[in-house]
């Protein structure tokens, strides 16, 4: 199975600025689409921004402006430069990825996986 480690969270004042990273690991064969996800206390995950391979990237409204999703193909690692954070940020943050891998034993499969979340906070 393809693992996700993400790193960069933590705490920071209302517009400041902070940077996740997601690193995937495994039998990979291909990752399609790379994306971030947000689940405040008490409220649904919800999708943040996701890249697929080419660079087509796609953001949530609330992030529009003040996120910015990238990736490195060659180290199968997206990124989250989030900057003017609010309040309203705070989450954990999980790391998503789709693709294929050699996991099963025979030829590539589809995999979807997910990281283990990385709690950002936006404090005074």
């Known amino acids: 199975q393809v693992q996700l480690v993400e790193s960069g969270g933590g705490l920071v004042q209302p517009g400041g600025s902070l940077r996740l990273s997601c690193a995937a690991s495994?039998?990979?064969?291909?990752?399609?689409?790379m994306g971030w996800y947000r689940q405040a206390p008490g409220k649904q995950r919800e999708l943040v921004a996701d890249i697929n391979r080419t660079g087509l990237t796609n953001y949530a409204d609330s992030v529009k402006g003040r996120f910015t999703i990238s990736r490195d193909n060659a180290k199968d690692t997206v990124f989250l430069q989030m900057n003017s954070l609010k309040p309203e940020d705070t989450a954990v943050y999980y790391c998503n990825a789709d693709g294929r891998d050699y996991s099963g034993g025979g030829g590539a499969a589809d995999f979807v996986s997910w990281g283990q979340g990385t709690q950002v906070t936006v404090s005074s």
């Open positions: 495994g039998r990979i064969f291909i990752i399609y689409t």
